[in-house]
């Protein structure tokens, strides 16, 4: 069996969309942390610190392409599925009753992937988009903190930010627990125990983005 | 319980042949039994087509005791109907109420081409069966029962593996017409056991890349398989398929 073969069979794709939907579980921790200095209420100096640390270190301009690979992989691989899914049932069914034996979220994880790149399209124009080209201008007073000010003073800038956050929340619902089961681990112990700390996490991480927008639109820091 | 009758009304997917387009056709069936098994509805609705000069409904049916796999129907919406843990023979008309509306559709998969009606042929569960799901020792005399020691739990999930009996609700269910519950079971079954030790790493190969040949979906873990499964196959058997296809494949020597 060669790589050929192994991840471009069906369980290989499934691998790899729970391999780089883990990698980007771990961002998330790390983005969302980092994102919470803002919440130290002393004008951002702490963020803007940090954030520069980010921007401006090799290391993490390194591991920079390979997020943006993982998140690429986890896109093509998805629509792969997706693709294939759909050609395994042309013909659907007149009366399908879904809701008897599956949750909505982990059949729609295709359409919540799907606004989770539209929301990620505008996030990147938002901040990472600025923050590149302060870094390439020689801006070194670039201050991320004001930034996000700023854009989260328009209303429906905040509204379509809570939206991707509600998708995320939903996408990663399935996304943590279904990985592990992708990966071959299943355990009568410790599957129950993923799925509570799936839920954690994600309750955790989304509060976290959400409360952002909503803090600096609500004048709270 | 109390016994009573009730008229129905069904709808039901005809089509001639595979080639040909089908459609749903309306039928009326009167004074039904609530202890008719589902199949037997059916009987009395293909004995008044025939009555009325018209071609009887084809369905797949053999043993009607819940067994063989054979009576693939989708009733309203679900494998096998609204019960859990039940094939169609074993559905029983008091699972509906006088004046309901029962639409009845074969499985729908391309890997499950309709043959004529509610009749699918579900041969590519058997190519993959063929591909590895057995094991190729000269058995002999059958050997004492307890002559190879083997754990009471993995005998156990190996007796829950084998409980499948391939008769494609997890397909017909799965929204992406994924097998993985099927192949699950039947790679489950013998890489659980001595037994099936020698070719399990060829086995779970060559039964995945059957099963991806034969136009299958790709499982995204909705578990409606497992939901709608008449034997109640775990989705710790997809688990174990994945753990077990990663294992063979990544250290298989093939470069």
Redesign the interface.
């Known amino acids: 069996?060669?790589f050929k073969?192994?991840f471009t069979?069906?369980?290989?794709?499934?691998?790899l969309m729970a391999f780089t939907g883990i990698f980007l579980i771990l961002f998330l921790i790390v983005h969302a942390g980092i994102n919470s200095c803002i919440f130290l209420n002393d004008g951002g100096e702490t963020f803007n610190t940090v954030a520069h640390f980010m921007s401006h270190n090799w290391i993490m301009r390194f591991l920079e392409i390979g997020l943006f690979a993982g998140i690429i992989l986890h896109i093509i691989q998805g629509l792969m599925?997706w693709s294939?899914?759909n050609?395994?049932?042309?013909?659907?069914?007149?009366?399908?009753?879904?809701e008897?034996?599956?949750?909505w979220y982990?059949?729609s994880?295709g359409l919540l992937g799907t606004l989770l790149l539209l929301f990620l399209i505008m996030h990147l124009s938002h901040f990472y988009v600025g923050t590149k080209v302060a870094l390439y201008s020689g801006d070194l007073e670039h201050n991320l903190y004001e930034e996000m000010r700023t854009v989260f003073s328009i209303q429906w800038v905040v509204a379509a930010y809570l939206l991707g956050v509600v998708a995320l929340f939903w996408h990663l619902y399935?996304g943590f627990?279904?990985a592990f089961?992708?990966?071959?681990?299943?355990h009568k112990k410790y599957s129950p125990l993923i799925q509570k700390m799936g839920t954690g996490y994600a309750v955790i991480i989304c509060t976290l983005f959400a409360l952002m927008p909503l803090a600096f639109y609500f004048n709270w820091i | 319980m109390e016994h009573y009758h009730m008229n129905l009304t069904l709808k039901v997917w005809r089509q001639k042949n595979n080639q040909s387009k089908g459609n749903f056709e309306t039928y009326q069936v009167k004074n039904i039994s609530s202890e008719m098994s589902f199949l037997e509805m059916f009987d009395v609705l293909n004995e008044q087509l025939i009555v009325e000069g018209k071609e009887p409904i084809a369905f797949d049916h053999d043993c009607r005791e819940g067994i063989c796999g054979m009576c693939s129907m989708y009733i309203n919406g679900q494998a096998h109907g609204p019960w859990q843990q039940n094939t169609t023979c074993q559905l029983h008309m008091r699972a509906f109420k006088d004046g309901d509306t029962i639409v009845v559709e074969p499985w729908r998969s391309t890997a499950f081409p309709v043959v004529k009606d509610l009749v699918v042929n579900r041969s590519s569960f058997d190519r993959i069966i063929q591909a590895g799901g057995y094991i190729s020792v000269n058995t002999g005399n059958a050997v004492d029962a307890n002559a190879i020691p083997i754990d009471k739990k993995d005998a156990d999930d190996a007796f829950m593996a084998a409980a499948c009996i391939g008769c494609g609700a997890c397909v017909a269910t799965c929204k992406n017409g994924s097998a993985m519950l099927f192949v699950g079971a039947k790679v489950s079954q013998l890489a659980l056991l001595p037994q099936g030790g020698p070719e399990r790493e060829s086995r779970v190969l060559n039964m995945v890349a059957q099963m991806d040949k034969e136009g299958f979906g790709n499982c995204t873990n909705t578990y409606a398989c497992e939901a709608e499964c008449p034997k109640g196959i775990s989705v710790a058997n997809i688990a174990r398929l994945n753990s077990e296809y990663l294992k063979a494949g990544l250290s298989s020597e093939e470069a």
């Open positions: 069996m060669t073969q192994i069979s069906s369980i290989g794709k499934k691998f599925l294939q899914n050609k395994a049932r042309p013909v659907k069914y007149a009366v399908n009753k879904v008897a034996n599956s949750k982990s059949r994880m399935h627990q279904s089961q992708s990966l071959g681990f299943h």
